[in-house]
């Protein structure tokens, strides 16, 4: 028990915050008392976990206040990726837009054309004269970018904790979806392919068939994951 | 996807909404007379927003505006739409907390989740340009609605709703950075999308869209709002 | 800097510059800098099938004070800017950036108040990349030519002699703007 502590400040006014520890400072006793507040060890410290970081995918700003290695309380900083997609879409046509809106949620571009789509289909109310086969192709290709856009997440969750296979095996997978995705739309990525009105363009004739060979391929290696990250 | 939507969901005749008085009439495509030979100069349009509907609007959406009148009378004259299968209320910003507060507590309307809050800016409605849109939606009753809050440039002041929905926060900063309108009782309405020093709110129509020319070895091609007059 | 920095120029400086020259370019670790979707691409490049371990690449360094490669991929706005140009600060020399996409080169799609266009606004660029996004054959591609200047890049008192004599070119070489003509 330092001859420093005092229980009470007896010095603050009415309007001063109540204090946690209290000091007073006698003369020729300043490092006593920086050494036992540094002794303490009860203080949070603010680390900025800034917009470049490797866990951070893309780029989130994170202020933590952290107790030792535990993380008290976060505060995100947002905003660096701000494109201002929607000005760029006000000077546009309705079909261009949709090469705008693929790239808001680049891992998943299909849902978001999907949304917009469906969006301008019924401002038009054309919701009805969308040809069903459109509409099937138009969930198929959303789930197999779902699937792409999970497998992402597991990879680079591994990743994150150290089992770097999970990295790979998930993107290999991944390939396997996306080379459907390029045979169908010509991209592997922010494809512009459904369109409000429909989709870009039919299956082509050996489409089917592919995706039986990527869905085979999918059962055959999604086991895997489990034995990996168990 | 075309979903099969629930028929019951679907006003049975809904009277289709009043329009409201045309805000703006536009000619041609583009290149307003500047030797367009495209054919589409001849095109004449006139813009207009649907206006306002009223009842019966069918259910559910007759259920939310009773209950909704029920609890907060002074709704009474207030807007409302019912258009392409979805109900939106033109709030007065006054009532707003007021109304929000009962959207979430009472029982038969229960809209436990604001989904979003957007910001809209219409310059050519003076005196309401800026709006914000709350986007309601109810998990136990499996539907939605939407509040329309307007407010002038020169007064750009809306109460904010943070304190009933939390998860408005981000919201509402956003369409602060972008749109300038000041939430009042917000926490910490600072800039979140663009730099903490930048000036002006980019989203407005009267902002530029500032982009660069492309120039490379003599040729030049503009920027996107400087290519054409879009009328 | 180093014992290379005393080798008088000759044939005895020339042959360790082409030792230095394979050291860096057979090892040549990328700073991750993934901003948007062509951040998806690079990660795909250092996956199985494009597999950038083949020359020493998987490494993604975490930290850009051992990284030699700030690869830029995605769209680069206005409050990262700084940050980028921070990353790239840190940086030891020598080091290179690799231009990813059209975002990165020029702006890309998105010319408008948000993005810089180009991150050679405020960054000495090496290598271009087109596409939105390129495909990892064309980062592999890029990657390529760029250890080809990897590999000839002088060091010591050449370096000091191929910098001025770059200084010089470069203030008498007509503005791209004034280069008329050359469009088609």
Request: one cysteine or more; charged letters at 25%.
């Amino acid at each position: 028990m330092s001859t420093h502590a005092a229980t009470e400040d007896v010095f603050a006014g009415s309007e001063d915050d109540k204090a946690d520890r209290v000091y007073l400072a006698q003369g020729g006793d300043w490092s006593d008392i920086a050494s036992e507040q540094a002794e303490r060890g009860d203080e949070t410290i603010v680390v900025n976990m800034g917009p470049q970081h490797p866990s951070t995918h893309g780029v989130l700003r994170l202020l933590l206040e952290m107790d030792g290695e535990t993380v008290t309380s976060i505060r995100p900083g947002i905003g660096f990726l701000h494109t201002g997609i929607e000005k760029n879409m006000e000077y546009k046509t309705w079909t261009q837009g949709v090469t705008y809106v693929t790239r808001m949620d680049y891992v998943a571009p299909l849902f978001n054309e999907a949304v917009y789509c469906l969006a301008v289909e019924k401002l038009l109310g054309i919701t009805d004269d969308v040809p069903e086969r459109a509409s099937i192709i138009r969930v198929l290709v959303m789930e197999l970018n779902r699937i792409a856009s999970h497998l992402v997440a597991m990879g680079t969750g591994g990743m994150e904790i150290g089992a770097l296979t999970v990295m790979t095996v998930a993107f290999r997978e991944r390939e396997m979806i996306l080379d459907f995705l390029e045979g169908l739309s010509g991209l592997r990525m922010n494809h512009a392919y459904i369109r409000p009105g429909g989709v870009a363009n039919d299956l082509p004739e050996d489409g089917l068939s592919h995706l039986r060979t990527v869905i085979d391929w999918l059962k055959k290696h999604l086991p895997e994951y489990a034995i990996f990250c168990n | 996807m075309s979903e099969t939507q629930p028929e019951q969901n679907l006003p049975a005749q809904a009277a289709a909404p009043a329009s409201q008085p045309v805000f703006a009439r536009t000619e041609g495509m583009w290149s307003r007379g500047s030797g367009d030979t495209s054919g589409y100069g001849g095109l004449t349009r006139e813009l207009v927003m649907p206006g306002r509907s009223e009842g019966p609007f069918g259910e559910p959406f007759d259920g939310i505006h009773a209950r909704a009148l029920e609890l907060i009378p002074a709704l009474a004259d207030a807007r409302v739409l019912v258009d392409r299968g979805e109900l939106t209320i033109y709030v007065p910003r006054e009532q707003l907390l007021d109304v929000v507060r009962q959207f979430r507590d009472d029982a038969h309307l229960r809209f436990e989740v604001c989904v979003s809050v957007s910001g809209v800016h219409y310059p050519q409605e003076k005196g309401a340009e800026l709006h914000a849109v709350y986007h309601l939606l109810s998990y136990t009753h499996n539907r939605r609605v939407r509040l329309e809050v307007s407010c002038p440039e020169e007064d750009p002041h809306i109460p904010s709703v943070v304190a009933t929905y939390p998860m408005v926060d981000y919201h509402e900063r956003e369409a602060w950075d972008m749109f300038g309108i000041v939430f009042d009782g917000h926490p910490s309405l600072t800039r979140i999308l663009m730099p903490d020093d930048w000036k002006g709110h980019p989203q407005r129509k009267d902002y530029p869209l500032g982009g660069v020319d492309v120039e490379y070895k003599g040729a030049k091609v503009p920027a996107p709002d400087n290519r054409r007059d879009y009328s | 800097m180093g014992i290379e920095d005393k080798l008088p120029s000759g044939i005895l400086l020339t042959t360790v510059e082409g030792v230095f020259g394979w050291l860096r370019k057979a090892s040549f670790w990328p700073a991750t800098m993934g901003l948007a979707c062509c951040a998806i691409e690079m990660m795909a490049y250092g996956t199985p099938r494009y597999d950038a371990g083949r020359w020493g690449q998987e490494v993604f360094r975490a930290s850009p004070r051992q990284a030699d490669l700030m690869i830029v991929s995605g769209r680069v706005s206005q409050k990262m800017a700084p940050v980028v140009r921070q990353v790239y600060d840190q940086m030891p020399n020598p080091k290179w950036v690799i231009s990813m996409g059209a975002c990165a080169s020029s702006g890309g799609m998105f010319n408008n108040y948000a993005i810089v266009q180009g991150c050679d606004h405020f960054l000495p660029v090496d290598m271009y990349i087109p596409g939105c996004p390129p495909r990892p054959d064309m980062l592999i591609e890029a990657m390529f030519k760029l250890r080809e200047k990897v590999q000839q890049r002088p060091i010591g008192a050449n370096e000091v002699a191929a910098i001025e004599e770059a200084e010089r070119a470069a203030l008498i070489a007509p503005a791209k703007v004034e280069m008329k003509g050359l469009m088609r």
